[in-house]
């Protein structure tokens, strides 16, 4: 037996019995061991192995699956430069709070320094991004391969810190990587470590009714659920950006980020805030007023970009609200509403938030909205309020474009439901890679929606969009590709096809989502520019 196989069947068999359903690889050579592990437990049921050619689309399809599982998912590479190409996911896992688990091989330590090939300092390569970091060596006793298992996986998951995200095993294996004879066999399975948090926390007691707003950025379905429930308890108006998981009922607002630069917003005493909210100015403009009291339902990580929090807490009660705020925010929402529903489109094309209206309305219940970021995600923030949803999920960590399809592929497996994902042009070229899914891999039910306005518009809804920076704008910020979204996902074997009326994508987007598929539609984006109409 080869101490690096028996290193990697105790090291998975250990994540298994500590609840690891999905592992995502990226071959190598140093990391043969783990990879042929990891296919013997597929192959006897004890997890489900996905393989990925390129490590950044593997890291966001780990990034997805942990999303939307809420499970501690790994995922494996070699030694090297594959490790580097996972910063970008482990990142956006320390923002987000996503239990992402890097297993890295590595060459034995006596190694490093001395231009060995593929070796280099990776041990330490995420830095604070990681909730734990270990160096595991393949000469290391056998109860040392699954206790660092075991640990990795109760700090990702945020068992005991109440503060999940990324950890990172980095596994020294030693030669031989395989056995002398014979195949190698399934991961020795562990006995699971259990992790007790500190329990519930006593709710923070907030006095008096001063005029309260509830604000909820990007959010798990459960912190979306609490930061609903105590908005409609307390008969308070709810801005919730579209992945908060908080945007529903009747107390959410469609135009929330728009009534935020009325007077009404004035009048705001205080803040209740959940997530992490960054979608807009207007609300970092409010938890930045010296008038308001901002008051942080969250842990060590709490949003507070004003500097201004002054109460952070696990969970908080007040007093309901009294009933003509509600209603006055109401009214004004409504109002706001219905004048964005009147505006029309150019002859020959749908603006942004009319797609992201007919996007999110075609949606069920049942199935589940991924949103780019960008533009997607902020039409989407003014889109009517639905009843009750299904859950909405995006990388709002660092709100990057990187892995965006990778990410949303995760999340359809995870969750096993349909999946629609509205991302823009730029965001799919970006991530295009991540279409291609071998055979034989468990394949998404997903639906890609490509808004197509020919280079990134949300640079025109900025300062540099003014027609001072025309001559600039189109090479340094817009950067158009010139690529059909349509051919590249075919050139990967991707079913696509472009559609251009409203009437043409409610259609499109009212057949069954059965497998992985490309919708392109043309989106114009001259409306966008600071100096020109707005209609968002």
Known sequence: MSDSVACAQVVLG?????????????????????ALVADAAAREGLLRLHVRVDERGAGFLAL???KASGRCVPVVTTSGTAVGNLLPAVMEAHHSGVALLVLSADRPAA?????????TEQSDLFGAFVRYRARLSSAAPAAAWSAHAARAALAAEGVLSGRPGPAHLNLELGLPLVPADGPVGAPVLGRAVEGAGAGPAEPVVLAGTPRTLVVCGDASPAVGRVAL????????????????????GTNALATGRLLLADDLADRVER?????????????TALLSRPDVEVVVVGGQDYPDPGWRAGVVAGLVALEPGPGDWLAEWRAADAERSAALATHSSP??????PELARIVVGSVAADEVLCLGNSNPVRDADLAPVRTAPGPVFANRGLAGIDGTIATAVGVALATNAPTTLLCGDLTFVHDAGSLAIGPGEPRPALRVVVADDAGGSIFATLEYGQTRFADAFERVFATPTGLDPVAVAAGYGVPARRVSSADDVAGALAEPVTGLEVLVVDVDRSSRAPDAPQRS
């Open 347 to 352: 002859p020959g094309a749908l603006t942004g």
């Open 229 to 248: 429930e105590l908005a409609e308890a307390a008969n308070l108006p709810l801005v919730a950006e579209p992945s908060s998981n908080a945007r529903a």
């Open 64 to 66: 997805g699956l942990a």
């Open 271 to 283: 803040v209740v805030v959940f997530g992490r909210p960054n979608l807009s100015r207007p609300v």
């Open 111 to 119: 190694l490093v320094g001395t231009a060995a090939n593929q070796t």
């Open 14 to 34: 250990q994540l298994i019995a500590q609840g690891v359903t999905d592992l995502v690889l990226a071959p190598g050579s140093r990391s043969a061991p783990l």
